[in-house]
């Protein structure tokens, strides 16, 4: 024991003697000595002021080091929003192995290399072959940027690049995807011209027929993803429209968005590129991280031969991925993905999640007034409009929200950095005067996180509303 005599500051660690122990040496490997000292310094002035006790000062230094580590601003959020795909959340989640492959390609890797013969190899070439066993045998595929990329470029090296710079597409087709992005601008701005046809409503195969000439570069589809018409409507289905763009010579590219590859029961009206490239669709593009659950990138899929020509044009340059992209989309194609998972549900799963979830906050916060309450959820991410996905949520006072998103540090010193914290934000939905964490969207591993978030949130919020905030013990 140091001797503490009758002043309680001399028993303030000394900065060699912390430097010295290996919790401190191992950070001053990671963030430099400098940060390591002057964060030891700091704790070392706020024992001296009489703000921490002098047993705290190696606990408080190595805190505030382990929030400075975080790498970036990014913070992590568990969505219980009950929406899926959350534009603003950062669309798909990545699964495990997605994450792992992430981790291991940011690193040295194989990318462009043959590790069998030294030699320099095709770029993503095992991502490639992922997409491959997903695809009709023959079929091509390129990676880019996002799914606005895949759509730019094959426009660009189909059309503008061939001197036949229209784009024919249905009036029923211009959509804005959210953001103010809209479609046709993105086309118009790589220097297509586009040719519409029929009406909001109503397009027929002959609007089609007459447009197409020898200005024609393609035949564009837009699935329109964030919207629906109803009642006097008519779309032409791609299997009809398909011959007669390979009489007239022109490809035609189907942007079905959402990037399923095969068909699925619970999403009826969502397209998927298997069925469209069946169709006799030459291309079809989509983005990576919306229903196919992986990164954010941009899918171009089709006929071997006219992949190719996208490739070679420049542009694609400017547009591809990283190789961690590349890894992640791989390990997102090879198994179910959290997109998958969450969107499939089953509402009894759900229902016993919720209740699990509301006895946790229970055991935490006892006295709070909870309720488990039927939530319907959504795939968002402009996906499949309308659909309600039948599940369950906890519903909790709505003064619960804003604690909840921006949690105080678990520390309770809430002026210390109190934009980096160790608690989780949870962003839940504001229904009717409450605010429900829907249970779709979270790891049942998070669930004991979310109580202790709920819990937290509590105690600020009711300190807030009675005026008084944590003091550290200052008077
Ligand atoms: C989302 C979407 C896009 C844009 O894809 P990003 O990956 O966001 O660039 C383009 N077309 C459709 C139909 C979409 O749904």
Redesign the pocket.
């Known amino acids: 024991m140091t001797d503490t005599g009758s002043d309680p500051r001399r028993a303030i660690p000394r900065t060699d003697t912390l430097l010295a122990a290996p919790e401190f040496a191992a950070r001053s490997v990671e963030l430099g000595a400098d940060t390591v000292k002057s964060a030891i310094r700091d704790a070392q002035r706020r024992a001296r002021v009489g703000d921490i006790a002098p047993a705290d000062v190696a606990s408080q230094a190595l805190a505030a080091l382990d929030r400075r580590a975080r790498p970036t601003t990014l913070r992590p959020v568990l969505n219980a929003t009950g929406v899926v795909l959350h534009t603003n959340l950062g669309?798909a989640p990545l699964s495990p192995a997605a994450r792992a492959a992430m981790t291991l390609a940011g690193g040295y890797c194989d990318v462009e290399f043959d590790l069998a013969t030294g030699a320099r190899a095709r770029r993503g070439r095992g991502t490639l072959a992922a997409l491959a066993q997903h695809l009709p045998p023959d079929a091509g595929a390129l990676v880019v940027?996002?799914?606005?990329?895949?759509?730019a470029l094959v426009v660009s090296a189909l059309a503008v690049a061939t001197g036949r710079p229209e784009v024919v597409l249905s009036r029923g087709e211009f959509?804005e995807?959210?953001d103010g992005?809209r479609?046709p601008e993105?086309l118009e701005s790589v220097g297509a011209q586009i040719r519409e046809v029929g009406t909001t409503n109503r397009t027929h195969l002959r609007d089609y027929e007459a447009a197409i000439g020898a200005r024609t570069g393609i035949v564009l589809k837009?699935?329109?993803?964030?919207f629906a018409v109803r009642g006097f409507t008519s779309a032409v289905p791609v299997a009809d429209l398909a011959p007669v763009c390979r009489a007239a010579g022109t490809p035609l590219v189907v942007?079905?968005?959402?990037g399923l590859l095969a068909p699925d029961a619970l999403l009826p009206d969502e397209p998927d590129a298997r069925t469209m490239l069946a169709a006799a669709a030459d291309l079809v593009?989509?983005?990576?991280?919306?229903l196919l659950g992986g990164p954010?990138?941009?899918l171009v899929l089709g006929d071997a031969g006219v992949v190719e020509r996208v490739r070679r044009h420049p542009l694609a340059r400017a547009v591809r991925v990283d190789k961690t992209t590349l890894a992640a989309l791989e390990a997102t194609l090879r198994a179910p993905t959290p997109t998958h998972v969450a969107l499939h549900a089953p509402a009894p799963v759900l229902r016993e999640r919720a209740d699990a979830l509301a006895e946790a906050i229970v055991g935490r916060a006892p006295g709070l007034p909870i309720e488990v309450v039927p939530s319907a959820g959504a795939v968002g991410?402009?996906?499949a409009p309308g659909l309600e996905l039948p599940g369950w949520a906890v519903a909790l006072p709505e003064a619960l929200a804003a604690p909840l998103r921006l949690p105080a540090p678990s520390d309770t010193d809430v002026t210390d950095l109190p934009e980096l914290t160790d608690v989780p934000a949870v962003v839940g939905r504001l229904d009717s005067g409450r605010l429900l964490l829907d249970v779709r969207a979270l790891d049942p591993a998070d669930l004991p996180t979310v109580a202790a978030a709920v819990a937290a949130a509590a105690t600020i919020a009711t300190t807030a509303t009675s005026g008084h905030r944590p003091t550290d013990g200052r008077p």
Not at 222 to 226: A, E, L, M, Q, Y
Not at 255 to 258: E, K, L, Q, T
């Open positions: 669309r940027n996002n799914g606005a990329a895949a759509l959509v995807i959210g992005f479609i993105l837009v699935h329109p993803s964030n942007d079905i968005g959402s593009t989509s983005s990576g991280d919306k954010q990138a941009g991410g402009g996906g």
